[in-house]
């Protein structure tokens, strides 16, 4: 167990890319931090700098009140845990989870206690003898876990170690995940570009765009507290409606904003109602209709002039805006509805997206 | 749906039938020719059914030699060919194995040179390059010995290409897993590497075998002591007599018994030979 610490590290490829630019943060000891960022923002970068299988450019990574810039990845005390999981094909699981003990050194004997005792808490107990290759997905998912475990690390890496499930065992691997980690109280960094599984793992979350860091904390704290419109948009599905203050109808309800500014709003923050009382209305028409069972999303066209702000990830079409209402009951499309989103619940940016302006 | 193809599975198989027996036929032809006696062979009838001297040819053949032509057995010119044909063979893979591991998983300076240059000897086989390599051989007082029989062929650029597309497929993580788990290079080489390997070394190995095996111009270069001949070469020379008659019988059983080993070696092996040259799951 340990606390991990990143001091200006930066990464710079030999073609001049720079890849990481300048990431300061700090893991506590026995924390669960996960990175997240859409792909190609540099989080497996950084991901696999701590575990030493990538050189460092500049700055300290310090795991445990050591420098280990220069340490090799096996004298790192760290274990990782890949996305294609790198089990060794020829060797059996229990061999795939004894072979890094064995390389340093350990007695059989203390082997066989850890590696049994990965496989209870992993119920691989039934498959010691088989080799990789005749167990299922989430199986081998478990092996790779177990092959961390069994070091006894002071940290564990994960680099999208659920991408390769199908969707309902990656969910049961992410609570089982979670569990583990309570239970083992090692300090992680998990590497992911879902945003579900980052807000659902996470202690501390780290929102990373184009190699630097866009906003660290908590993950509600996040999802209430976008501190950019990249955050905003990225974490939370469907994403923030992101909307352009001008001179339109939104400058009019909202006194103090000034012109240029972003108005966010979460779409599960509107009501349908005829009521503005104290908010933003408002008036769509409906264009699609999302049912999902014990909610629904609308999609809305503003008037032609106000366009929505493109947002890093994109995911709005512009002018469109997304309301979520609970249940099932929904207004037929090509019907006119007014969304009222109330005042302690909107998000306000600079004009660049950069800074949060608090109202 | 019953199939109703008890006709139509016929006319294939006596094709193939047909094949085997075109195939088949001179092997059977040279097993009957040396159970007979050489007097029956030279008049140009001989039978095709197996004669009654099988014993006394093939002993003589391989252990004792016979008098007139064949000064050694046939026994040690197999022994000298199976020495060369293993020697060849595992000395490319050895040799091919590795300088595949050090293009594939190590970067260094020149390292497309290095791979170039092994590839484009592939242009350069023994046969080009006889004489400076006879040179070579002879300036290091190689020639009628084993070594020298075996090292100028064991270079393998096609060995090295293979094992190198293999090692391309290998994930990096693994390598990167390896690294974590506390194994160097050599380690890594040994402990998972080879082991993934065996499939293609054993396919290799038959392959190699086979060509150490048949070398030709090579040994008859470089052999000049009778108890240095191989195998194939041995053939060559019982049939190739002045004056006097050849021993058909005798020929005819060394060239059953030069087939013996790479058949023996293709049979044992062909299930790993077969999955080293289709598998694909690593």
């Known amino acids: 167990m340990a606390r991990v610490a990143l001091r200006n590290v930066t990464k710079i490829y030999p073609g001049g890319f720079q890849a990481i630019k300048g990431i300061d943060f700090e893991v506590g000891d026995g924390q669960f931090c996960v990175l997240v960022g859409p792909s190609g923002c540099g989080k497996s970068t950084l991901l696999r700098m701590v575990a030493g299988l990538e050189t460092i450019t500049g ?125 083992l109280k090692t300090t992680s ?8 599984e980052a807000m659902t793992l996470a202690d501390m979350l780290v929102v990373m765009n184009s190699g630097q860091v866009e906003q660290i904390g908590n993950p509600l704290d996040i ?68 049912r999902v069972g014990a909610e629904t999303f609308i999609y809305g066209a503003r008037e032609r002039e106000a366009q929505a702000v493109t947002a890093t990830p994109g995911e709005l079409p512009s002018g469109e805006v997304i309301v979520r209402i609970p249940g099932a009951e929904a207004p037929g499309i090509g019907q006119r509805i007014r969304a009222v989103a109330p005042r302690d619940r909107l998000h306000l940016f600079s004009a660049d997206g950069r800074k949060r302006i608090d109202l | 749906m019953v199939e109703h193809r008890r006709f139509g599975n016929l006319l294939p198989h006596v094709i193939l039938l047909i094949g085997v027996a075109i195939v088949a036929f001179p092997v059977y032809l040279a097993v009957i020719a040396s159970t ?34 064949t000064r050694q057995p046939v026994g040690t010119m197999m022994l000298n ?17 590795i300088s595949a591991y ?15 240059t092994i590839f484009i000897t592939l242009m350069l086989p023994v046969e080009v390059r006889i004489f400076p390599t006879y040179k070579i051989t002879s300036d290091l007082h190689l020639l009628d010995s084993y070594a020298g029989l075996i090292l100028p062929l064991i270079a393998s650029a096609t060995a090295t290409l293979l094992f190198r597309q293999f090692f391309m497929t290998v994930p990096k993580e693994l390598v990167e897993a390896s690294k974590i788990d506390g194994a160097g290079p050599i380690r890594f080489f040994w402990d998972t590497l080879l082991p993934l390997s065996v499939t293609n070394i054993a396919a290799l190995f038959v392959i190699l075998f086979i060509y150490g095996w048949n070398q030709y111009l090579w040994p008859l270069l470089i052999t000049t002591r009778d108890d240095m001949q191989t195998i194939v070469i041995g053939i060559k020379k019982i049939i190739d007599v002045k004056d006097a008659l050849t021993e058909w019988q005798v020929a005819m059983a060394t060239a059953v018994l030069a087939m013996l080993p790479p058949v023996a070696v293709v049979v044992l092996m062909q299930r790993l030979f077969v999955k080293g040259l289709i598998e694909t799951e690593k």
């Open chain 2, 81 to 97: 060919s199976l020495i060369m044909a293993l020697g060849i063979a595992g000395g490319k893979i050895a040799i091919s194995i």
């Open chain 1, 223 to 290: 999802y209430q507290k976008p501190a950019t419109t990249f955050v905003a948009s990225f974490i939370g599905a469907p994403p923030m409606n992101l909307l352009p203050i001008r001179s339109d109808g939104i400058k009019a309800q909202l006194p103090g904003a000034t012109d240029g500014g972003i108005l966010g709003i979460r779409p599960e923050d509107f009501v349908v109602s005829n009521d503005a009382g104290k908010g933003v209305a408002f008036d769509l028409t409906v264009e699609a209709i999302e």
């Open chain 2, 36 to 69: 007979h006696d050489n007097a029956v062979i030279a008049n140009g009838q001989m039978p095709l059914y197996p004669g009654s001297h099988a014993l006394e040819t093939y002993w003589n053949t391989l252990v004792s030699g016979t008098g007139k032509t």
């Open chain 2, 102 to 116: 050090a293009i594939v998983f190590f970067s260094f300076p020149f390292r497309m040179t290095a791979f170039w």
């Open chain 1, 59 to 183: 700055g300290d990574i310090d795991i445990g009140g050591r420098i280990v810039n220069q340490v090799e990845p096996a004298d790192r005390d760290i274990a990782m845990v890949f996305q294609n999981y790198a089990l060794y094909p020829h060797m059996s699981v229990y061999n795939n989870m004894a072979y890094g003990l064995r390389n340093r050194g350990m007695g059989e004997a203390e082997i066989k206690t850890r590696v049994e005792e990965a496989a209870r808490i992993l119920e691989l107990g039934a498959m010691l003898q088989r080799k990789p290759g005749q167990l299922s997905g989430g199986q081998r998912q478990r092996v790779a876990m177990g092959r961390a475990i069994v070091r006894q690390p002071k940290v564990f890496l994960f680099d999208e170690p659920l991408s390769n499930l199908d969707a309902k065992l990656r969910i049961a691997m992410r609570v089982e995940i979670r569990k583990l980690q309570r239970r």
């Open chain 1, 189 to 196: 960094i998990y590497v992911t570009h879902d945003q579900l």
